[in-house]
C-alpha cells in the first residue's frame, strides 16, 4: 500500500512502517585521528505500527527501550533516520518546514514533566493561548474565550482565577491540567502523551488519567501514550506496544496481550508489576540482567541472554514480528509454546 | 508483641522546618515501634513527611529543620541523648539508609571495594584491608555482584547493581535497621522486583529490620509485613499489610487503595477519583488535616485532631470515626435536627 499526500482518508490516523533512529555516539579524539567508523546508539530500530483514528496505542517498556525516541519521530520533532511516518496518509519527510509547522497543530505533546515544560514567567492563560497566536493568528480577539472555555473543560475552575496565575503558584496535578489544555487549545487530532501522570501522586493520577479519557471522547483525540507502568496503560489503552532495546517484542490489543502475554519478555515485564494486594504475590523469579547497551545490541533476538526460554538459535536468527493470534503480533521464535 | 520483640520504639516525635513562611510541623507528633526483623513499609504521597521521618530516625534533618519533639528509643536507649561522636558511630553499625538516587551517594572516584572496605574501617578501625576486602567480597556475592564486579566504578556499574552495592554498604557493619527511602523508586520494574526479592531474602538471612518509604502502595503489599500510612505529618493508619489492604479503616487509606491502578484484568476497572490534593503544610487543615478530602467528615472533624489509638490489637488508626469524643455526639444531633 503506497500512501501518498493524495491519500488523505486513511482509516489510521498514523502509520509507521520500519521507522529507525540511530544516534551517532560522539567520537573523542584518538578516533577522529584514526577516523574510526562511527558508531550508534539504535535507540529505534526497526518499528512498524498504525494507530486508528480514535484509538490510544500504548507504548510500554523500560529506560532505554526507544519509547520516548519513536513518539518524538512519529510527530516529526526529531528526523528519522530511515523509514516511513505518515500522519493522516501524509508522508512527513515530503513537507518542508513551514508545510510541517503547519500541521503541527494537528498533533500535540504533553510530557512528564509539568514545571518544566510550561514557562516560570508566563501566566497560565498566556501559555495556554501560545497555540492559538502561532496558528490562529486571525482569531485573535477571540484567543481569551477559548482559553478560558479550555481551562474549564480541563477542571480549572474557575479558570478566570487561574488565567492570570503563574506555574509556581499551583500544585503538580493544576499545571498538568494547564498542559493538557495547552495541547487541547488548536483542537489537535493527535495528542502525544509521554509519560504524563508518572510524576502526579497516586491520588491525583487517577483523577488525571480519568480527565484524558474524558477529553479523548469529547474532542475525537488519538492517544499515542508512552509509559513505563504497565498497571497505568490498563485505564487509557486500546492497543498496547510492549518495546524492548528500539524493537517491538509485542503488540496486540491490550486486552489479549494482557490476558495471555505471548513474548517472553512481556510476561516478566507483566511479572514484575506489584500487584496492590497481599494475597497475590509474585513467586515467579526475575529474569537476571538489565536492558543491555543499545550501541551494540545482543545478536538474534535481543532479549536472549536474558531470556530463560531461549534456545540455541535465538542469539542467531532475529525473530521477525509474526501474527500469532488474530492482531496479537510477537517477534519470537517459540511464541506458540506460550499460547 | 512484647517488649523484647522492638527493636525501635519512635515517641511523639516532631521535626519542625523554619521557613520564611513561619514553622512547618513535616512530622507532628508520630508515634510507632519497628519490631525486630519486620519489614515496615511507610506510604505516603510526596510532602506527606515519610523521607523527613526517615531522617529522623537516624537525627540526620538538617537545618533550616530540627527535631522539636520527642524520643527515638533503640534497644533501650534514647538516642536523643547521644552526642555526635555517639551518633557517628550509631549510624552504619546500628542503622543504615539506602537513598533513591545511588549515583549521588556513592563516590564516583572511588572503586565499590574501596567503599565498603572504607565503611568497615571507619567503624573497625582495627580491620586490616585483606580482611575488609574478604567481607565485602562475601557479602556482594550474596546480593548477586561478582567478585569481577569489585573493582569497578559507579558510573561502569548497571542501575540495579548501584543499589545493591548500596545494600551491601548498609548490610556490612550488621545493622540492625535499613531505611530505604525510595529506594527501589528509580529502578526499571524488572530490577526493581529483584531488588525486592533481595531485601526480603536479606531480612530473612540477617534477621535486619527493614523501613522501607515509598509512594508505591503496590510495592509495600508485595514486600511488606506491616504498613504505615502517612498524611500530611501524621501517621493516619498502621497494622499489618493483610489488615491495611483486606479492611482499611482510615478514609484515605480506602480512598488511596481504591486509587492504586492494577494490571489484572477485571480488577479494580474503575479508579477511585479522591478530590483534592495534599495541603501545604505550612497552614495545615484544622481538627483532622484529611478532613477537607473526606468524603465521611463529621462536624467534630473540622475542628479536633483525633488521636492516633489502637482500634484492634496491633491496628492502629487517627480518625474520628473510631473513637468517641463527647462533642462528637452533641454535633452529629446538632447536624441531624
Known sequence: MSATKENKSSEYLVEVKDMKKWFPVQKNFIDQVFARELEYVHAVDGVSFKIRKGEVLGLAGESGSGKTTIGRVTIGLEPKTSGDVYFDGIDLSTLSREELRKLRRRMQVIFQDPLASLNPRMSLGESIMQGLKIHYPETAPQHRD????????????????????????????????????????????????????????????????????????????????????????????????????????????????????????????????????????????????????????????????????????????????????????????YAEDFK | MNENDILMQIKELSVTYETRLGPVSAVDRISFDIYKGEILGLVGESGCGKSTMGKALMRMIQPPGYISNGQLIFEGEDIMTYDEKQMRDFRGRKVSMIFQDPMTSLNPVQRVDQHIVEAIQMHEPKTKVEQALERAKILLQKLGIMENRMTSYPHQLSGGMRQRVMVGLGLVLNANLIIADEATTSLDVIVEAKLADQLKEIRDEFGVSLLVITHNIALVAELADRVAVMYAGHIVELGSVEAIFDNPMHPYTIGLLHSVPTIKLNEREELYKMGGEPPNLTHPPSGCRFHPRCPKAMPICTTHEPDFLMAEPDRFVKCWLYQDHPEKESQSTEVSK
Open chain 1, 146 to 333: 477559548i482559553a478560558i472555555e479550555t481551562m474549564e473543560k480541563v477542571g480549572l475552575s474557575p479558570a478566570r482565577f487561574y488565567f492570570n496565575k503563574y506555574p509556581h503558584q499551583i500544585s503538580g496535578g493544576q499545571r498538568q491540567r494547564v498542559v493538557i489544555a495547552r495541547a487541547l487549545i488548536t483542537k489537535p487530532d493527535l495528542v502525544l502523551a509521554d509519560e504524563p501522570i508518572a510524576m502526579a501522586d497516586v491520588s491525583v493520577r487517577a483523577l488525571l488519567l480519568d480527565l484524558m479519557v474524558q477529553l479523548k471522547e469529547e474532542y475525537n483525540l488519538t492517544y499515542l501514550f508512552i509509559t513505563h507502568d504497565l498497571a497505568t496503560a490498563k485505564y487509557i489503552c486500546d492497543n498496547i506496544a510492549v518495546l524492548y532495546l528500539g524493537k517491538i517484542a509485542e503488540i496486540g490489543n491490550l486486552r489479549d496481550v494482557y490476558s495471555a502475554p505471548l513474548h517472553p519478555y512481556t510476561q516478566a515485564l507483566m511479572a514484575a508489576v506489584p500487584v496492590p494486594n497481599p494475597h497475590d504475590r509474585r513467586t515467579t523469579p526475575m529474569p537476571e540482567g538489565e536492558i543491555p547497551n543499545p550501541i551494540h545490541p545482543p545478536s538474534g533476538c535481543r532479549f536472549h541472554p536474558r531470556c530463560p526460554f531461549a534456545k540455541p538459535d535465538c542469539s542467531k536468527v532475529e525473530p521477525e514480528l509474526r501474527e500469532i493470534m488474530p492482531n496479537h503480533f510477537v517477534a519470537c521464535h
